[in-house]
């Protein structure tokens, strides 16, 4: 007999990004990088965008009453091209931590957004085995 258990996770809803220039992140997020807005908070700053997959929740740390600090573990976004995602972004003066790393299997090009929270463009171009 199968049965499932109550706390069986079926995937990730969203992931919160806290930052400390709200309005420079949220410009950030939509203008620089693209991303669909979908949600604005009224009572406090913080908003929605949607990659496709996972919604991002960029909110303001000092609003809800935590100390921000920038997360070093990057959110991979998905593109097809990191050579032309990351060339879009350069154009906007974003600047990359290194060359874009070819790992045998994808291509991967690390920034930060403007309050120094790890992301980066990823392509995966080998099947997996």
Known sequence: M???SPTA??????????V????????????VLGLTPSVTY?????????TGSLTLQVM?????GREFQPSTH?????????EAARARLESHDVRF????????????AIFEDPDGNTLMFHHRYAPRS
């Not at 996770?9 to 806290?18: A, I, K, L, Q, S």
């Not at 990057?74 to 990191?82: L, T």
């Open 97 to 108: 931590m290194g060359d874009t790393i070819d790992s045998g299997v994808c291509h991967m």
């Open 2 to 4: 199968t049965t499932t």
């Open 9 to 18: 996770v079926t995937g990730v809803d969203f992931v919160t990004v806290f």
């Open 74 to 82: 990057p959110i991979a976004f998905h593109v097809e091209d990191v």
């Open 60 to 64: 303001d740390a000092a609003a809800i």
């Open 42 to 50: 009224g009572s406090f700053n913080g908003c929605e965008f949607e």
């Open 20 to 31: 400390k220039d709200y309005e420079a992140a949220r410009d950030f997020y939509g203008a």
